[in-house]
């Protein structure tokens, strides 16, 4: 079956521009997630969703980050005014979303990231 | 608070020789412990989990993981390691007893590299 995929899966952009990226989850997977992987770091957790849920959104490093999942299924990721610091591979990952704190035990479905570049 | 550390940057092993990537973590309440693999230019692959039940684990492309307790460790191992082992590993967990149970916390990796 098809594993999460990501577009486009590398975007140059000049600073001050925005930025939309694109996740579509594993068919059947109620949870998603975005998370940053920077040159030299591990990854930061950025958002989740689960189900209808109100999205965790704690992990957004400032307001110019957002995200919205449409329809319980696909995700945009969107940075507004991007920034150099903003350069980084970003991260989709997806999961069954057993309910409630059982969820905890789900494992992630990576996709293979988008690539940002900000000159 | 969780989090995870990952003492060494890179591991290195010669082909045929066992393979250990130390991970050591802090969390509230009881542990979900994860490994990922991560191959260069491409995304984080699943390897092993600990939820509950047997301490070692065991998972894809002969890894194993043991999982302490008392140490709050859960070091990665292999028997015999190949070079195509060669690749980024990360240890993640989760608190299994929280209101936010979707955030993984993930260790900052570790490179192992293996010479024929």
């Known amino acids: 079956g098809a594993g999460v995929s990501q577009s486009p899966s590398n975007k140059v952009t000049e600073k001050g521009k925005d930025v939309e990226l694109r996740c579509d989850p594993i068919?059947?997977?109620?949870?998603l997630y975005w998370y940053r992987q920077s040159l030299g770091q591990g990854l930061e957790f950025l958002i989740y969703?689960?189900?209808?849920?109100?999205?965790?959104k704690s992990g957004l490093p400032s307001d110019r980050f957002s995200a919205e999942r449409t329809g319980g299924s696909v995700s945009t990721l969107t940075i507004q005014r991007t920034q150099q610091e903003d350069s980084a591979v970003y991260l989709c990952?997806?999961?069954?979303?057993?309910?409630?704190?059982?969820?905890?035990?789900?494992?992630?479905?990576f996709g293979p990231g988008t690539r940002l570049t900000v000159l | 608070a969780q989090s995870v550390a990952q003492p060494e940057d890179q591991v290195n092993v010669a082909e045929g020789n066992p393979l250990t990537v130390k991970c050591t973590y802090s969390v509230s309440g009881n542990p979900y412990l994860f490994w990922y693999v991560q191959y260069p230019n491409r995304g984080l692959q699943f390897l092993l989990k600990y939820i509950t039940g047997d301490n070692l684990v065991k998972g894809s492309y002969g890894f194993e993981a043991e999982f302490n307790k008392s140490q709050t460790s859960f070091h990665l191992k292999k028997p015999s390691a190949l070079v195509s082992d060669s690749a980024l590993y990360f240890c993640a967990v989760r608190a299994s007893a929280t209101d936010s149970w979707g955030k993984l916390q993930f260790g900052a990796g570790t490179q192992v590299v293996v010479t024929p």
């Open positions: 068919s059947g997977h109620t949870a």
């Open positions: 969703f689960q189900g209808n849920s109100a999205p965790d």
């Open positions: 990952a997806s999961s069954i979303g057993t309910s409630g704190r059982a969820g905890s035990g789900d494992e992630q479905f």
